[in-house]
T-cell receptor, first 112, second 113 residues
Framework: DQQVKQNSPSLSVQEGRISILNCDYT??????FLWYKKYPAEGPTFLIS?????DKNEDGRFTVFLNKSAKHLSLHIVPSQPGDSAVYFC???????????FGKGTHLIIQP | NAGVTQTPKFQVLKTGQSMTLQCAQDMNHEYMSWYRQDPGMGLRLIHY???????DQGEVPNGYNVSRSTTEDFPLRLLSAAPSQTSVYFCASSRDTYNEKLFFGSGTQLSVL
């Protein structure tokens, strides 16, 4: 049973526009919500996180929104740049698990 | 600062062979873990350790063994490789157990024929 769902395997966005990546989760006991970014042949790298007591966290071009009532998390990238082309993983911490639980990932492609 | 180092980067095994994937970190992190990444499956936790001498199972532990004799090293052992273990393996570490900022190695691509 998937606890973290990223329903879009891929997303194509024009350079300079906004990229919105979505993530849904099932367990209301999760404490932290995170996004990791992965380039081919490299390990994932931490991008941004938000705790369950907040509904928004911003870091430069990246903003994460948390809607606890809908159990929904989104990552906004504005403006999108070619270097943003990568696989983005949504992850959660808490709910009794002893490590991060990851979604299946969304492949973001930034078109020139 | 090397961070998390994994060796080898690529490995091909025959069914039934054994091998050890090496992982070392130089950040004095207490928490270390192994994940596997399969197409369409995301990253799944195999085993983890919250400190030297302490290990535990994750979501997909069958067919793998781990040990943690030092803070720096966390090897993953495949005792009898199976084609279902063909995957990309990532080692990761963080300052402590309940820390969202995992640092990942660059991965080991394993093929079992």
């Amino acid at each position: 049973d998937q606890q973290v769902k990223q329903n879009s395997p891929s997303l194509s966005v024009q350079e300079g526009r906004i990229s919105i990546l979505n993530c849904d989760y099932t367990n209301s006991m999760f404490d932290y919500f995170l996004w990791y970014k992965k380039y081919p042949a490299e390990g994932p790298t931490f991008l941004i996180s938000i705790s369950s007591i907040k509904d928004k966290n911003e870091d430069g071009r990246f903003t994460v929104f948390l809607n606890k009532s809908a159990k929904h998390l989104s990552l906004h990238i504005v403006p999108s740049q070619p270097g943003d082309s990568a696989v983005y993983f949504c992850a959660v911490l808490g709910g009794g698990a002893d490590g991060l639980t990851f979604g299946k990932g969304t492949h973001l492609i930034i078109q020139p | 600062n090397a961070g998390v180092t994994q060796t080898p980067k690529f490995q091909v095994l025959k069914t039934g062979q054994s091998m050890t994937l090496q992982c070392a970190q130089d950040m004095n992190h207490e928490y270390m873990s192994w994940y596997r990444q399969d197409p369409g499956m995301g990253l799944r936790l195999i085993h983890y350790s919250v400190g030297a001498g302490i290990t535990d199972q994750g979501e997909v532990p069958n067919g793998y063994n781990v040990s943690r004799s030092t803070t720096e090293d966390f090897p993953l052992r495949l005792l009898s490789a199976a084609p279902s273990q063909t995957s990309v393996y990532f080692c990761a570490s963080s300052r402590d157990t309940y820390n969202e900022k995992l640092f990942f190695g660059s991965g080991t691509q394993l093929s079992v024929l």
